[in-house]
C-alpha cells in the first residue's frame, strides 16, 4: 500500500509468528480525496500501554482511548473514530509497533513513552512525532498532546 494514489478502501492485513503460533488481522482503511473533510467528531488520543492518568488533563474536548496491543490498529484504521494522537509505551510493545503504526498511518502523530535514554532518540528515527522519559508528569505530557492536536 505504500503507491495509493486513488481513493477508496484496501483491506490491510497483518500476519504474526511467533513459534508455531501465528496471529491474523485485517482492517479495512479508507483513503480519502486531497480535499481536506471538516471534522465534527471528537479527537480521540489512542493510549497503547500509557497511563491513565494522561487522559484527565488532556481537556480540548479531546477523548482518551485506552488500547492494548492489537486494539491500536482496530481503533485506528476505524472510519467511525477521529484517532489524532496514539502514545505508545516503547518499553512495552517495542519500537516495531512505532515503527509499523507511522507506516500504515504517516498522518497520526505517534508519541513514544520510555525509560530508556537510547530508545528515545531511536523512537524518533522510527516515526514518533515526540520521545518522552516514563518519569515526565502527565500534566506535561497532557500538554504536549493538547499541542499536537492543534496543528
Keep these: 500500500m505504500p503507491k495509493v494514489q486513488r481513493p477508496g ?5 497483518f500476519s504474526v509468528r511467533s513459534g508455531s503460533e501465528s496471529a491474523r488481522r485485517t482492517i479495512v482503511v479508507q483513503v480519502l480525496g486531497k480535499r481536506p473533510l471538516v471534522e465534527t467528531r471528537p479527537v480521540e488520543v489512542v493510549l497503547t500501554g500509557g497511563s491513565t492518568e494522561i487522559g484527565r488533563d488532556i481537556g480540548n474536548g479531546a477523548r482518551v482511548v485506552p488500547a492494548i496491543g492489537e486494539d491500536t490498529w482496530a481503533i485506528a484504521g476505524s ?6 494522537v496514539i502514545v505508545v509505551d516503547v518499553d512495552r510493545y517495542g519500537l516495531q509497533l ?4 507511522h507506516t500504515v498511518f504517516p498522518s497520526l502523530k505517534i ?4 525509560n530508556d535514554p537510547r530508545r528515545l532518540a531511536q ?6 512525532a515526540v520521545a518522552l522519559p516514563r518519569s515526565t508528569p502527565p ?5 504536549l498532546i493538547r499541542r499536537l ?3
Design 149 to 151: 492536536t492543534r496543528r
Design 111 to 114: 508519541v513514544a513513552l520510555t
Design 79 to 84: 472510519q467511525e473514530r477521529n484517532v489524532q
Design 123 to 128: 523512537a524518533v528515527r522510527a516515526g514518533a
Design 9 to 13: 478502501k484496501y483491506r490491510v492485513t
Design 139 to 143: 500534566t506535561e505530557v497532557a500538554r
Design 98 to 101: 512505532v515503527r509499523d503504526l
